[in-house]
């Protein structure tokens, strides 16, 4: 009897020393995300676990663990706990349809999307009395008084940095600063390179094998935060140019062909103390920042493939041949969440992506199912927060364009994108997966990406500790947007 109330008593007091190891964690994590309610229901965990570990060892102290009732109370704590443990850490069943990437959501016949109809390209390109913008709204003519009323606000997104006038100067000239580098990119000497003369047009021999390691290695060396590889599925090659940005009127209206057979799509983090501003400046500053550098990434890998003798294209923020979130599923980056987002399991929605198509034989990484479908039937959080109700609150998906999704209104978010001159963000910032991969957000992650159960327990704390509508936060002093806040960072 002594013998088996020892080693439940060791067993007992791991796992309590444990509870109060991560609810203490947790606090610290809370208080460097600046999370006032959930830093004061952390402390008021770690004060609980203290005071339960503190009786633990008055107990054990005392001897009462060493009779018969004691030992029975050890017993069903000790296989209460790891049945709770098992109930969310055993691996529930897997989601087919998403191990099969974007393929495992077609439901009917696919239309390329055409990039004359995006809402970027028609509000940022269309010029009025121009030829173009005569011949889309003659095709269109629903669509010209709804985009006549967002440029009279005064550009793509109306007057830059609204919400936060006056203020609003320093945060839109960073912005417009990292809006530079990939309009620099836009040349198609750039995005589409040349070899270098001095590789005489040889063309290296390369097993895909060691292909797909040193062009994810170069990736990963520019500063990409995640790369995958896929074959490129001809439903995501846009059908006709609507982007102009060089004067290239030519182009627009033109088929896109595209004869490249892979797609190397890298993503890079979004920094969470700049998203958790949204929707005001900083979060447009990490925005472009975060553009400027997949470009960046972009141009150079797509030189690098061309140089060893490939064909190659760079698919950046001011060029773009194809959709890269559905590439970005394909090649083993994430899920596809409820507000159209790609969501990854290290960063979650934050994360802007670009892409480099190329010829070169590459292996291609197999899609994932790390829990995204079920959590989003779960936490709608981004839904309940959405300013302009633009992302959908029910449960089932639809099918749009023959594909099984949660369908975005792009105009509606337009709109509200307008309304306060950023690209707002707040479902990226209110989503449970975009918080900072602390430890026990780790913890968490790695729970919520393997079990149902986990889901709903950590959407339900998320909602507990963080709230439901999650206010902004301050950003770093530097992105101030109110010189007169003396809470400022």
Known sequence: MSILSGILTIIAGI???????????????SLWERERRAAIFAFS????SACVLSFFYYLLSSGFFKELLGIFILAVFIIAILIGILLISIKTSKNQKALLGTKGYISGSVERFDERDHVFARNRALR????????????????????????????PIGPPGKIDSPNEHPNI??????????????????????????????????????????????TKHLG?????????????????????????WEDWGKEIKLAHRYAVVFAVEMAFKMVASAPHTPTVIESMRNYAKGAFIAIQLAAYITNMGYPSTAHHLRHYDVML????????????????????????????????????????DKPVDIGVEDFCKICKKCAVCCPSKSIPSEEQKEVVNGTLRWKLNAETCFDYWGKIGTDCNICMNVCPWSHPRTFPHKIIMGLVTRNSHARHLFSFLDDLFYGKKPKAKLPPRWASFNSNNPKQP
């Not at 913008?133 to 967002?150: A, G, S, T, V």
């Not at 990409?224 to 290239?248: K, M």
């Open 15 to 29: 796992i309590l020393s444990g509870f109060l190891f991560i609810t203490l964690s947790f606090f610290i994590s």
């Open 45 to 48: 965990q770690c004060l609980i």
């Open 128 to 155: 009025p009395g121009s030829k173009q913008y005569k011949q889309y709204y003659e095709e269109h003519p629903e669509r010209e008084l709804i985009d006549k009323k967002r440029r009279e606000m005064g550009g």
């Open 173 to 218: 000239a960073a912005t417009m600063s990292s809006l530079a580098v990939p309009l620099i990119f836009s040349h198609p000497d750039i995005f589409n390179p040349k070899q270098h003369p001095i590789f005489g047009g040889k063309k290296v021999k390369l097993t895909p094998e060691e292909a797909t390691e040193r062009v994810k290695g170069f």
């Open 224 to 248: 990409a935060s995640l790369v995958g590889v896929t074959e490129i599925d001809p439903n995501w090659i846009y059908s006709h140019r609507g982007e102009i940005f060089r004067e290239n």
């Open 325 to 364: 979130v559905p590439l970005a599923i394909d090649a083993g980056l994430g899920e596809l969440g409820r507000m159209g987002y790609l969501i990854t399991k290290e960063f979650g929605p934050r994360v802007r992506l670009g892409a480099v198509t190329t010829t070169l034989p590459l292996i291609p």
